[in-house]
C-alpha cells in the first residue's frame, strides 16, 4: 500500500491522508496488501455515513429487527461453553449454568477466547500456538470528553498525523509502547448530530492507536491522558481545554481484555497482513464441530463495523446454501 500511494503522491501530507486507513484495519502500511487501496474509493466515492443518535443506533436498530421476528435477547449472561455432541453444537452454558439448547450456535464473541476458552481442546481448529504467532491489529487509548463549551476548529472527523511515521508505527507493531510523537483522532460527533450533546457543549472521542499487549499501570495512564490532552490542546486550536472538561473517561487495553475478551487487549482483531487476508483469515465455520459459526472481526472480510455486519452476512448466506457473491436485499 505505501508504495503504491507514494508513487501516485509526492506530497507527504497527502500520503498520510491516503495512507491512515490501514491503521483502522490494523496494519502499516508498508506490510498492508495493495488491494486495501479500496478503502480510499470507500471514503472519498462513496462517503462516509453517520446514524443519527450515533453508532449505538445501529444494534439498536439490529435488535428491534431481530425482536420484531420472534428473537430473544439476554443480557449480562457471560457465556461459559459452547456445548456439543457427537461433533454437534447444541447449544451453549451460560456461567450461571443455564443451559440453552439450539439447532446451530453463531459465536461473534473474540475467536481466540471462543477456540481456547469455549470449545475443547480438540473442538478447535486452531492451536494456541497458531495465536501466539497471529500479527495483531492495535489496541487503543481511547478518551471519551464531555465539554462545557463548543470549539470552532474541529469537524466531525479530525486527524493529527505523527511527524514520524515509521517510528509511530514501529512503536504500534515492532517496539510495543505509547508511541513518542503519537498519531491522533478525535470524533465531535456533536457538529453533525446535536443530540448527542447539550447545547452549546461538545462529545469527543479521542483515540491513538497503541501497541496491544502491553500492560498499562494507573501511572501510564495517567501520563498519556497528559500527554494526549497537551498535543490536542497545542495543535488542533483548543484553548483552555482542560478547563472546559466536565466529563473525562479513559479506555485502554486491559478493558478491551474485561469487557470483550479481546485477546491481548487488540481493539480490532487480527491485522490485515497478505497472510491474514481473504482465504487465510479464519473460516466462518468450524472445521471439527458442525453447526458451528464465527462472525466478526476475526473471519472474513474483516476488520471494521461495515465490514463486521458484512461477515453475519456471509455466516447468514452460507447457513442458507446462498453462493452469490452479490448483497441480500432481504432476509
Request: proline share 6%; hydrophobic share 35%.
Amino acid at each position: 500500500m505505501q508504495q503504491i500511494i507514494s508513487r501516485t503522491f509526492k506530497n507527504e501530507l497527502l500520503q498520510k491522508v491516503m495512507m491512515f486507513q490501514m491503521v483502522l484495519l490494523g496494519t502499516a502500511p508498508k506490510d498492508a496488501p495493495g488491494m486495501y487501496r479500496l478503502m480510499n474509493h470507500v471514503d472519498f466515492d462513496l462517503g462516509i455515513w453517520y446514524p443519527k443518535g450515533g453508532i449505538y443506533a445501529l444494534p439498536k436498530a439490529i435488535a428491534s429487527i431481530a425482536e420484531k421476528a420472534g428473537a430473544n435477547i439476554f443480557f449480562n449472561s457471560p457465556v461459559e461453553q459452547i456445548v456439543t455432541d457427537n461433533g454437534k453444537a447444541t447449544g451453549i452454558r451460560l456461567e450461571d449454568g443455564t443451559h440453552v439448547e439450539a439447532d446451530m450456535v453463531i459465536s461473534d464473541a473474540d475467536l481466540e477466547h471462543t477456540e481456547t476458552k469455549l470449545l475443547k481442546e480438540e473442538e478447535r481448529d486452531h492451536t494456541k500456538s497458531y495465536w501466539n504467532k497471529r500479527k495483531l491489529a492495535p489496541s487503543a487509548f481511547i478518551m471519551y470528553l464531555g465539554l462545557n463549551k463548543q470549539y470552532d476548529s474541529l469537524s466531525h472527523h479530525n486527524l493529527l498525523f505523527s511527524k514520524d511515521w515509521d517510528t509511530n508505527f514501529k512503536e504500534i507493531f515492532n517496539n510495543p509502547s505509547f508511541p513518542s510523537d503519537p498519531s491522533i483522532y478525535v470524533c465531535a460527533p456533536s457538529k453533525t448530530d446535536p443530540a448527542v450533546a447539550p447545547a452549546g457543549s461538545e462529545n469527543l472521542f479521542v483515540l491513538v492507536p497503541i501497541a496491544a499487549g502491553i500492560t498499562p499501570t494507573s501511572e501510564d495512564i495517567t501520563q498519556w491522558t497528559e500527554t494526549t490532552l497537551d498535543i490536542i490542546e497545542k495543535h488542533m486550536n483548543m484553548p483552555n481545554l482542560r478547563d472546559s472538561i466536565v466529563y473525562q473517561r479513559t479506555y485502554c487495553v486491559d478493558d478491551f481484555q474485561k469487557d470483550y475478551n479481546s485477546y491481548k487487549g487488540t481493539a480490532l482483531g487480527l491485522a490485515h497482513t497478505l497472510g491474514q487476508s481473504a482465504i487465510w483469515r479464519p473460516n466462518n465455520r468450524s472445521k471439527k464441530v458442525k453447526d458451528l459459526y464465527f462472525v466478526g472481526a476475526y473471519t472474513n472480510p474483516g476488520i471494521g463495523m461495515p465490514i463486521c455486519i458484512i461477515s453475519a452476512q456471509n455466516a447468514y448466506k452460507r447457513i442458507i446454501g446462498d453462493s452469490s457473491t452479490e448483497p441480500l436485499t432481504e432476509l
